[in-house]
């Protein structure tokens, strides 16, 4: 088994910062998994934020966050973090971590993975 637990939401005012961390435990997994997140918004579908190969030399990200996000890994610690800052109202969503078995991270990119984390709430305020 795998568990991902997010922390570091919460409410901030528009073109402020926030950094998510995501800590993995479990027997089963592996430093060798990519990991990244995924965001919810109210009445929309799940989208994928950011991912980042078992590395970390890799990183995908979506056209709306590139250049205002940075994934970044610790495989001593088995945590993944999201650095977002200039955040924008339309950021306001549930982030969810995701792990997936494949290394690469590019099937995080296709919306694929294998463990999720319960989500913690970002509110960005106008």
């Known amino acids: 088994q795998v568990q991902l637990v997010e922390s570091g939401g919460g409410l901030v005012q528009a073109g402020g910062s926030l950094r998510l961390s995501c800590a993995a435990s479990g027997r089963s997994f592996s430093s060798s998994y990519a990991m990244g997140w995924f965001r919810q918004a109210p009445g929309k579908d799940r989208e994928f934020v950011a991912a980042?190969?078992?590395?970390?030399?890799?990183?995908y990200y979506a056209d709306s966050v590139k250049g205002r996000f940075t994934i970044s890994r610790d495989n001593a610690k088995n945590t993944v973090s999201l650095q977002m800052n200039s955040l924008k109202p339309e950021d306001t969503a549930v982030y969810y971590c995701?792990?997936?078995?494949?290394?690469?991270?590019?099937?995080?990119?296709?919306?694929?993975?294998?463990?999720w984390g319960q989500g913690t709430q970002v509110t960005v305020s106008s």
């Open positions: 995701a792990a997936d078995t494949l290394s690469s991270g590019w099937s995080l990119k296709q919306g694929r993975g294998d463990y």
């Open positions: 980042i190969n078992w590395s970390g030399g890799t990183t």
